[in-house]
T-cell receptor, first 114, second 110 residues
Framework: DAGVIQSPRHEVTEMGQEVTLRCKPI?????LFWYRQTMMRGLELLIY????????DSGMPEDRFSAKMPNASFSTLKIQPSEPRDSAVYFC????????????FGEGSRLTVL | GENVEQHPSTLSVQEGDSAVIKCTYS??????FPWYKQELGKRPQLIID?????GEKKDQRIAVTLNKTAKHFSLHITETQPEDSAVYFC?????????FGGGTRLMVKP
């Protein structure tokens, strides 16, 4: 398996623009997580899905953020409109058993909002 | 929810010395405690984990200990090498969510 695949790897956009980050989890994994990493706040869990269903989105900063998982092999994280404070590395991760199995991270999407 | 505190935030050791990173957690229901290593510009990767039914686990130069009564767990790296230089994250799973500590930047000086 190629591991968790994220795209784009780098995104530079202007404030107010819509940003869509994409993730393909490892085949067979039933849990998917979106994390945000910044120097100030470390690794923050934004949302996680179990069997394609959003279970906890309490980490989503505000209504500008939304996430979907239309099927077991694809998820998106959307920011609309984007702001400079959204600049961070966004990681997608997947696991077979939520919370009790190894978490496999993608390579991350580095977002810069000017 | 779960709160994980990690210390120190930075740690500098001489090659060959040992390094110890400590974490505390708040939720007594947590039962899974993994450690991740993140090299510069790379993704976090699992290096070792421990579950609440054991107190210690070892894998070559790394070991983890868990004290459920005190709600703390530690990572021990012996005979450190320059390639051990990275950011290390502890985490705790309470229910269905993994909460990470703030990370420790380990620098191993040759």
């Amino acid at each position: 398996d190629a591991g968790v695949i994220q795209s784009p790897r780098h995104e530079v956009t202007e404030m107010g623009q819509e940003v869509t980050l994409r993730c393909k989890p490892i085949s067979g994994h039933n849990s998917l997580f979106w994390y945000r990493q910044t120097m100030m706040r470390g690794l923050e869990l934004l949302i996680y899905f179990n069997n394609n269903v959003p279970i906890d989105d309490s980490g989503m900063p505000e209504d500008r953020f939304s996430a979907k998982m239309p099927n077991a092999s694809f998820s998106t994280l959307k920011i609309q409109p984007s702001e400079p404070r959204d600049s961070a590395v966004y990681f997608c991760a997947s696991s077979f058993q939520t919370g009790t199995g190894e978490l496999f991270f993608g390579e991350g999407s580095r977002l810069t909002v000017l | 929810g779960e709160n994980v505190e990690q210390h120190p935030s930075t740690l500098s050791v001489q090659e060959g010395d040992s390094a110890v990173i400590k974490c505390t957690y708040s939720d007594s229901a947590s039962n899974y405690f993994p450690w991740y290593k993140q090299e510069l510009g790379k993704r976090p990767q699992l290096i070792i984990d421990i579950r609440s039914n054991v107190g210690e686990k070892k894998d070559q130069r790394i070991a983890v200990t868990l004290n459920k009564t005190a709600k703390h767990f530690s990572l021990h790296i012996t005979e450190t090498q320059p390639e051990d230089s990275a950011v290390y994250f502890c985490a705790a799973a309470a229910g269905n969510m993994l909460t990470f500590g703030g990370g420790t930047r380990l620098m191993v000086k040759p």
